[in-house]
T-cell receptor
C-alpha cells in the first residue's frame, strides 16, 4: 500500500526562524512531489513541486528531495505568522497523475 | 478570471437524499478530480477523469457517482448509499495526466453536512 507520512505537529517556531517540515513515502517509483499549504477552512494551494534529487528554492521556500531515502522536506526561512497553516505533502505515482496525500503538519509561527 | 469554482459552499443533506456538488473550470484542463477531506486527515481520491466521457474510481468511490459530459464540468453526486458523507469535498484539475509535471490545482471546496 502506498503511503505518505507526515508528523501531525503542531510544529511551533518563533517569527523569523526556519521551519522544517518532513515527509516520507513508501513507493520507490514515485517521481513527482508536491507541497501544498492549507489555511483552516480553505482549500490547498500549491507551494512547491520537486522532481529531482537535491534542493529547489523559491523565495523563502526550499524543497529538498532524497529519493534513495524516500524523503522530501520543505524549509521555510524567515517564518512569518502568516505562514501558520497545515502543510500537505503529496506524492504522485502511476501513470494517471494520482496523488497520495499525507495527513499534513500543522505549523504555528508565533510573534 | 480563470479558475475552478465549486458550489455550493455549504450543503446540507437529509437522510436518504442524494445531493450533487458542482465543479466547473475554465482553465481548459483535461483532467479533473474529486477528493474528500475529513478533519485531521489528508485528502482521499474519490473519482478522477482524464478526458470527457471517461472517469475512473479512486480509493473511496463507494456511495458516490460522477459524470463528465463537458470538459469544463465534473459534478459529484453523493448518494444515500454513502453512510458517512460529512466532510470537506475538494475538486481539482490539471492540464493532463501524462508526464511528471502535471500539477493539480484546487477549487475552494464544498462542506457537506448531514441534518
Amino acid at each position: 500500500q502506498k503511503e505518505v507520512e507526515q508528523n501531525s505537529g503542531p510544529l511551533s517556531v518563533p517569527e523569523g526562524a526556519i521551519a522544517s517540515l518532513n515527509c516520507t513515502y513508501s513507493d520507490r517509483v514515485s517521481q513527482s512531489f508536491f507541497w501544498y499549504r492549507q489555511y483552516s477552512g480553505k482549500s490547498p494551494e500549491l507551494i512547491m513541486s520537486i522532481y529531482s534529487n537535491g534542493d529547489k528554492e523559491d523565495g523563502r521556500f526550499t524543497a529538498q528531495l532524497n529519493k534513495a531515502s524516500q524523503y522530501v522536506s520543505l524549509l521555510i526561512r524567515d517564518s512569518q505568522p502568516s505562514d501558520s497553516a497545515t502543510y500537505l505533502c503529496a506524492v504522485k505515482y502511476g501513470g494517471y497523475n494520482k496523488l497520495i496525500f499525507g495527513a499534513g503538519t500543522r505549523l504555528a509561527v508565533h510573534p | 478570471d480563470g479558475g475552478i469554482t465549486q458550489s455550493p459552499k455549504y450543503l446540507f443533506r437529509k437522510e436518504g437524499q442524494n445531493v450533487t456538488l458542482s465543479c466547473e473550470q475554465n482553465l481548459n484542463h483535461d483532467a479533473m478530480y474529486w477528493y474528500r477531506q475529513d478533519p485531521g486527515q489528508g485528502l482521499r481520491l474519490i473519482y478522477y477523469s482524464q478526458i470527457v466521457n471517461d472517469f475512473q474510481k479512486g480509493d473511496i468511490a463507494e456511495g458516490y457517482s460522477v459524470s463528465r459530459e463537458k470538459k469544463e464540468s465534473f459534478p459529484l453526486t453523493v448518494t444515500s448509499a454513502q453512510k458517512n458523507p460529512t466532510a470537506f469535498y475538494l475538486c481539482a484539475s490539471s492540464i493532463g495526466t501524462s508526464g511528471i509535471q502535471e500539477t493539480q490545482y484546487f477549487g475552494p471546496g464544498t462542506r457537506l453536512l448531514v441534518l
